[in-house]
């Protein structure tokens, strides 16, 4: 009996086994059927550029798209927010899809230029031409072969093809596999060496047929989004990642960001939405509320040392062609929508969801081209190590974030669930884990179990042969100097280079549908994104899909998971918004989640993770290096401060310059340092970036002073908060009341930033921003280099007024509105009810009213007569017919780009606002009787009442008003003309025009 139950078991697990092997094979027809064998063949990566999201970028940049293409992968579309992390995975992407066969198979990676005039040529001499990853070449007529040595590689017989005047390309018609191998050049450089026409080719293997030459040439591989409502501005990740990308030679990866595309209140989603703001807060323009936002500092440790990489950006990164430019820059739809739509594709998300909710939403018909997505973020069952007390610590110890499922360290005691990544914008994360497409989720579960060790520290330390790896060491070292306790080793994790490296080993297997990878241990879990706090379906008054509607947007359900209280701000009483919780049942989508990173099969190591020894033998990988840093791209690179020689002068009135980095700002500062010093001695300046552009783009005011050789004038960073405006627990950071009226896209942040696009046009400067710090300004501890810090407004004020002989000070504000009768309507945008105020008192209007109530003598300079002066056309008609000084064209470029972007899009409408802007400088040294300048005196005071529709609002006070000078009127077509003749003078001009005359100089030897 018992052998028959045997036999028929056995009969049963036989079958079994094929019924199994039948349902793969049907699995394996329907994915041959919908192309799922041939595999992906794009990756798409979604980022917030925070120092995390480039360590990650690093990474996968660097590992070998051979190894990673057993699938046949080669589309990938990063969305990245450019923390610190993020580009340590960018670096890992970018060593991982480098080239799409076997490098072996390859001849060198660069090719080989032939340049010629109507005759056959060869090689005769051939030049390295690092920056433009081209070979420069001295021709003979003789058609032949010329053997090359690679720096990195074995020498080479390489086949010469006739270049024709016209650009018409004749292949010599020999069989010989050197010939073969050297496709026809699909597309011309335009560039030139010696005024010759210059035309490249690419490294492809012996075999590449024309088809597969076309693909390299015309299709990126991968693509980049940036996500720009996070850790970082858009303005100074866009132009961080392009010099990322030309360090590592992959100017073909697309990169995207931004859109002045909105969200109408009938909930249509409008082409190219940029993904500044939280979908719960996009509105039909850039602008908005800093919902979530504000949980992340403004200033050190947050955006700006994330923006700056804490100033190891400029002096290290190498500059390339590419850069932001107005109406120009590729969108972050854009970029998604031409990636997904060209095939399948892998989307990595190491920032927030909101471009890639947005397209889901808008592109539902593309969604099927998605074939997975990584996502680096949430907390399932975490416990933050954070924050915790030490085992043999006394009762003295308060824990802070210990045992916390999130990470939101600025704001824990109210919302202890959420990570950053899905706390940007939650609903967007919802709608990702939601879509339907899988999803693998490197949570803070995984990443809390690999801190940065101290072993780890020092192994990189003493490993960085390539520039990459030295640039995220760099940044990691900063870090860690500029810790705000000692427990950096308990709270620095890797994140979205863990997350990069996870996805790199699972998808080098076919249907390894259980996530198996070398780094992390994973788990299939059930789990949902909090969006809302129950109870359910009560108008509160936060929630914008719901309040004040009949129909809630995007027809969501009435009383559903989205319809409850949703976070406001800073300390809003306990709110769960953001929590990746585990649900049983239909409310939550199975997931697979890394649970915790491997320990080293390698026990012996010093490096107790698996992981840790990958990634630093990913980044120093001699394949698919970095060409060069800042300093060697250029072969006679020097660094040089010029200060002026003042000895025999008698220096005119002291000035302290105030600027909040507008274009108006720059354009005001120029003519300043043009005016005679025996007039005008600009003695400091001050930047608030409370204003128009963000705390980092302090570096263009630097680049501006070495341009006018004035390297000699300190520059002090104000407060990056209006008055009252921090947050009273925590004072990095706080709220954006009035600087949320400020575009964050086109018109505003993204171009201020960029300087409308040619902040890269000046001059790079020695000095720029940098988080080196001292222990004697209360610092934890002192960096390497604590003589470099970067100084406070009030500390240059302090050192200013200490210099200065004691006498009456004056101030001359350029701002305010005096409305006589409600009939002058004030400049503040997007803040419809407040008609009456100017856009300098909103923005700070404690502040103004501080000023414009003290004892000093003050002049104002208001919107009335700056109004006067706002025509592009008169002003830049005398700029043309005056002397091109290097500054005169600087100026003309900036002004002739403002007048053009008005006239193309609605964005720009209020450029003439910096016109005005530049009025308070010329009135400063102006001759009365040239400017015929008349003045009146007002009893005024500012409203400084926390009402948005009345504050920086200006009244007439005869009684308790502040008694001030103020312009009333002056001849606008003299103004022009002494603008125009100051800006030509040769005297006091530019020392270094541009950085192309400084790249010039860079290239030739010092004399």
Same mark, same amino acid.
């Given at each position: ?136 070449? $001295? ?25 024709? %005047? ?41 075999? *590449? ?123 972050? %739809? ?22 890639? *909710? ?42 802070? %974030? ?181 649900? *049983?049942?239909?409310?939550? $989508?199975? $997931? ?371 008694? $001030? ?22 005297? %006091? ?19």
């Amino acid at each position: 009996m018992k052998e028959k139950e045997k036999e028929k078991e056995k009969e049963n697990m036989l079958f079994l086994g094929f019924l199994h092997r039948m349902f793969f094979i049907i699995l394996l027809f329907v994915a041959t059927f919908y192309n799922g064998v041939e595999g992906l063949d794009r990756i798409l990566l979604d980022t917030d550029v925070d120092t995390d999201d480039f360590f990650a970028l690093f990474y996968l940049l660097k590992l070998n798209r051979s190894e990673m293409d057993l699938k046949g992968l080669d589309r990938i579309l990063l969305d990245t927010d450019v923390d610190t992390d993020d580009f340590f995975a960018l670096f890992y992407l970018l060593k991982l899809n480098r080239s799409e066969m076997d490098l072996k198979n390859y001849i060198p990676h660069r090719g080989f230029v032939l340049v010629g005039r109507g005759e056959y040529c060869r090689p005769a001499d051939l030049v390295v031409d690092n920056r433009s990853d081209l070979v420069k070449v $001295v021709t003979t007529p003789i058609v032949g072969q010329r053997t090359y040595r690679d720096p990195r590689g074995p020498i080479y017989d390489v086949s010469i093809a006739e270049v024709r %005047q016209e650009g018409h390309v004749d292949w010599p018609g020999s069989s010989s596999a050197n010939e073969a191998s050297i496709p026809k050049p699909s597309k011309y450089l335009f560039d030139s060496v010696g005024g010759k026409q210059l035309y490249r080719y690419g490294a492809l293997p012996v075999d *590449a047929s024309p088809a597969l030459a076309r693909t390299v040439w015309e299709s990126p591989s991968e693509a980049i989004t940036i996500s720009a409502n996070a850790w970082t501005s858009a303005g100074h990740a866009i132009n961080q990642v392009y010099d990322m990308l030309y360090m590592m030679g992959r100017d073909d990866i697309a990169v995207g960001v931004g859109g002045e595309g909105g969200i109408l209140p009938n909930a249509t989603i409008l082409p190219d939405v940029g993904g500044y703001l939280p979908i719960i807060e996009q509105g039909n323009d850039t602008s908005g509320y800093c919902r979530y936002r504000q949980t992340i500092p403004m200033g050190l440790g947050g955006r700006l040392d994330i923006d700056s990489n804490y100033g190891f950006r400029k002096s290290f990164l190498p500059q390339g062609k590419r850069q932001y430019s107005p109406l120009r820059q590729p969108t972050a %739809q854009q970029v998604m929508i031409k990636t997904i739509s060209s095939g399948p594709t892998v989307v990595f998300l190491i920032g927030s969801h909101t471009n890639f *909710a947005l397209f889901l939403l808008s592109n539902p018909h593309l969604k099927k081209n998605v074939e997975h997505i990584y996502i680096m973020g949430g907390g399932v069952r975490s416990q933050n190590p954070t924050g915790c007390c030490p085992k043999n610590s006394t009762s003295s110890c308060q824990p802070r %974030q210990c045992g916390d499922h999130g990470n939101i360290f600025t704001d824990y005691t109210s919302n202890p669930y959420a990570e950053f990544n899905f706390f940007m914008d939650s609903f967007a994360s919802y709608q990702v884990i939601h879509s339907g497409i899988p999803v693998t989720l490197v949570p803070l579960d995984a990443t809390n179990t690999i801190p940065i060790t101290e072993k780890f520290f020092e192994t990189f330390e003493k490993n960085q042969h390539t520039y990459e790896a030295q640039y995220c060491f760099k940044s990691l070292k900063i870090a860690r100097d500029t810790w705000f306790d000692d427990q950096f080793y308990t709270s620095y994790f890797m994140w979205d280079s863990f997350m990069s490296g996870i996805a790199a080993s699972i998808m080098r297997k076919q249907h390894n549908h259980q996530g198996e990878n070398e780094f992390a241990e994973m788990e299939y879990i059930n789990i949902t994104v909090v969006t809302s706090n129950m109870p359910y379906g009560i108008s509160d008054g936060s929630n914008p899909f719901f309040d004040g509607r009949t129909t809630p947007k995007f027809n969501l359900e009435r009383n559903g998971v989205h319809s409850g209280h949703v976070q406001t701000k800073l300390r809003d009483p306990f709110c769960v918004d953001g929590y990746t919780k585990e649900v *049983a049942g239909p409310g939550g $989508v199975p $997931v697979l989640v890394a649970v915790r990173a491997k320990p080293n099969r390698n026990a012996s190591s010093l490096l107790d993770k698996e992981f840790f020894a990958s990634f630093l033998d990913v980044l120093n990988q001699r394949e698919n290096a970095g060409i060069f840093n800042f300093s060697t791209q250029f072969p006679y690179f020097r660094e040089e401060l010029h200060k002026p020689d003042f000895r025999g002068k008698h220096l005119g009135k002291n000035v302290v310059f105030d600027m909040d980095m507008s274009a108006g700002d720059f354009i005001a500062l120029i003519y300043l340092l043009k005016l005679p010093v025996e007039e005008i001695n600009l003695k400091a300046i001050t930047v608030s970036p409370t204003g128009w552009a963000n705390a980092a783009t302090i570096d263009s005011v630097y680049d501006l002073l070495h341009m006018m050789g004035r390297d000699d004038i300190p520059v002090g960073l104000g407060d990056v908060f209006a008055m009252n405006q921090s947050d009273p627990i925590f004072s990095a950071v706080g709220d954006c009341k009035y600087n949320k009226v400020i575009p964050q896209g086109s018109g505003g942040f993204l171009d201020s930033d960029t300087l409308y696009g040619l902040s890269r046009s000046l001059p790079r400067s020695p000095r720029r921003y940098t988080a080196e710090n001292s222990v004697k300004f209360g610092a934890p501890r002192d960096t390497d280099h604590p003589e470099l810090r970067q100084p406070l407004a009030l500390e240059v004020w302090e050192s200013v007024v200490k210099s200065l002989d004691p006498g009456s000070k004056d101030i001359i504000v350029v701002g305010g509105h005096i409305n006589h009768g409600n009939t002058d309507k004030g400049n503040v945008i997007n803040i419809p009810s407040n008609r009456f105020a100017e856009l300098n008192m909103f923005l700070d209007p404690l502040a103004a009213k501080t000023v414009l109530s003290s004892e000093l003598n003050i002049t104002l300079i208001p919107l009335g007569i700056q109004r006067k002066v706002r025509a592009f056309p008169t002003i830049l008609k005398r700029l043309h017919l005056t002397r091109k000084t290097p500054e005169t064209i600087f100026v003309t470029r900036l002004l002739s780009r403002l007048q053009h972007l008005q006239k193309t899009h609605p964005r720009y409408q209020h450029m003439d606002i910096f016109l005005g802007e530049i009025l308070g400088a010329v009135v400063l040294a102006g001759d009365y009787s040239v400017l015929k300048s008349t003045y009146y005196v007002e009893n005024i005071k500012v409203t400084a009442s926390r009402y948005e529709s009345e504050d920086g609002q200006i009244t007439i006070d005869e009684k308790q008003g502040k008694s $001030v000078e103020v312009l009333e009127n002056l001849d606008h077509l003299a103004y022009y003309d002494v603008f125009a003749n100051r800006l030509s003078d040769e005297k %006091q001009s530019a020392v270094v025009g541009s950085f192309d005359e400084q790249r010039r100089l860079w290239s030739t030897p010092s004399k």
